[in-house]
């Protein structure tokens, strides 16, 4: 089964940024749609942002539109997520996950999980 790991996590102060990285030792992410995923404490899981396999389009949650942006490096077989202009709510765990290449963006459309990294936005 295909592992993926996240790195990049820790604390940030509102309106500083941070840049996660999402990796799968041994496994390629060329194939699979990629989304970002956050949960808070006493929320639900949900999506933050997605990236296709190949055309390379993007969705954004809008609480994240204009601050945080997704993308790929096939050559480093991983997918960033960088986050700027952080803020407070944005502190949750972030969960990389992966999907077929026609996967939805959502909990539901994605196969495989990472294990998480904590974001901490002071204010």
């Known amino acids: 089964q295909v592992q993926l790991v996240e790195y990049g996590g820790g604390l940030a102060q509102a309106g500083g940024s941070l840049r996660l990285s999402c990796a799968a030792p041994g496994y390629s992410l060329d194939y699979h749609r990629i989304g970002w995923f956050r949960q808070a404490p006493g929320k639900d899981r949900e999506a933050v942002s997605c990236?296709?396999?190949?055309?390379?389009?993007?969705y954004y949650a809008d609480s994240v539109k204009g601050r945080f942006t997704i993308s790929r490096d096939s050559a480093k077989n991983t997918v960033y997520l960088e986050m700027n202009s952080l803020k407070p709510e944005d502190t949750a765990h972030y969960y990389c996950?992966?999907?077929?290449?026609?996967?939805?963006?959502?909990?539901?459309?994605?196969?495989?999980w990472g294990t998480g990294t904590l974001v901490t936005v002071s204010s």
């Open positions: 990236i296709s396999s190949s055309d390379g389009s993007t």
């Open positions: 996950a992966a999907g077929s290449p026609w996967a939805s963006c959502d909990y539901y459309g994605m196969d495989y």
